[in-house]
């Protein structure tokens, strides 16, 4: 074979094979359904992914309404990430609308789900340990779409986890500390089943795990009843709900509003709770604040 022909076969190979090799090279892009995930990937990631969110910070997945952008960028994803559990109803229509074609990942695969009747709680990140389960499907599914970065993810994804892990450990101890008696809240809506059975909290709430639908006079009045026969020590305000009905309850009941709990969504950035971890931290922080009062 002449030189200037292997030079054209070399030449058509490179054009061949260009598109592929950028592709491999470029961050991967990695759509979450909601703003906690988004951390979660991004920790998991690193600099090799670019992960958005389609609910951003402080908003409410519960009754999200996907736009052409959203769609759009589902389109343009390599991977999307959702929780499952029935949290993303919308996700149906809006993967159709958008034509993305590709893997969908499910964060919660494998956790153990928490039902109130028949009807599965989709809050599970809400326990540490889930949220295991959570980053290791995660740093699974981007080892699947970039077999050569694997290492990376695994390095990241078990730090990740002992973070995890040191942060459990130190709010099973400070909820230990507190009588079996003080550990009644109310909360917003049903977010905090998880966090009540992992630590030992009972929670109660007007609204059930949907934020998607109005409290009853009757359920608020219940409510009222529980605070004043069962020494329920302080209710929450959450991110993403109007406070006038917790604020109502409390002033009903005579009890204390304990602060801000962040259920469904982180806050912006450069706020308190603008990563899962510190998220986390801060809400048993605040209850632990309240109960102790």
Not at 6 to 30: D, E, F, N, Y
Request: proline fraction near 4%; charged fraction near 20%; glycine fraction near 8%.
């Amino acid at each position: 074979m002449n030189l200037s022909r292997r030079s054209a076969i070399t030449t058509l190979c490179a054009l061949a094979s260009g598109p592929t090799l950028a592709q491999a090279m470029r961050p991967l892009r990695v759509v979450a359904s909601f703003s906690i995930l988004a951390d979660l990937v991004g920790n998991v990631g690193g600099a090799d992914v670019e992960v958005a969110a389609l609910v951003g910070a402080d908003a409410d997945a519960h009754v999200f309404q996907p736009s052409p952008v959203d769609a759009r960028r589902l389109a343009d994803a390599d991977l999307v990430v959702v929780n499952g559990l029935g949290f993303e109803g919308w996700l149906d229509r809006l993967v159709r609308a958008s034509g993305y074609r590709g893997p969908i990942v499910v964060a919660s695969d494998g956790t153990a789900a928490r039902k109130l009747g028949r009807a599965p709680d989709p809050h599970a990140w809400q326990d540490l340990s889930n949220a295991k389960r959570y980053v290791e499907n995660i740093r699974n599914s981007l080892s699947r779409a970039r077999p050569a970065l694997a290492t990376n993810f695994t390095g990241r994804c078990i730090a990740y986890v002992q973070r995890l892990a040191a942060l459990d450990t130190e709010v099973r101890t400070r909820f230990d500390a507190l009588p079996k008696s003080r550990r009644r809240v109310i909360t917003s809506h049903d977010a905090f089943g998880y966090f009540g059975v992992a630590y030992g909290i009972e929670f109660l709430a007007p609204q059930g795990m949907s934020t998607d639908s109005e409290a009853s006079a009757a359920t608020v009045a219940r409510l009222v009843d529980q605070i004043r026969r069962h020494d329920v020590r302080a209710v929450f305000v959450e991110n993403i709900t109007d406070p006038r009905l917790i604020e109502r309850i409390a002033r009903e009941g005579a009890v204390t509003v304990g602060g801000r709990l962040y259920s469904d969504a982180l806050s912006a950035p450069g706020t308190e709770a603008d990563t899962y971890l510190k998220l986390f931290a801060h809400n048993a922080t605040t209850i632990v604040a309240a109960l102790s009062a």
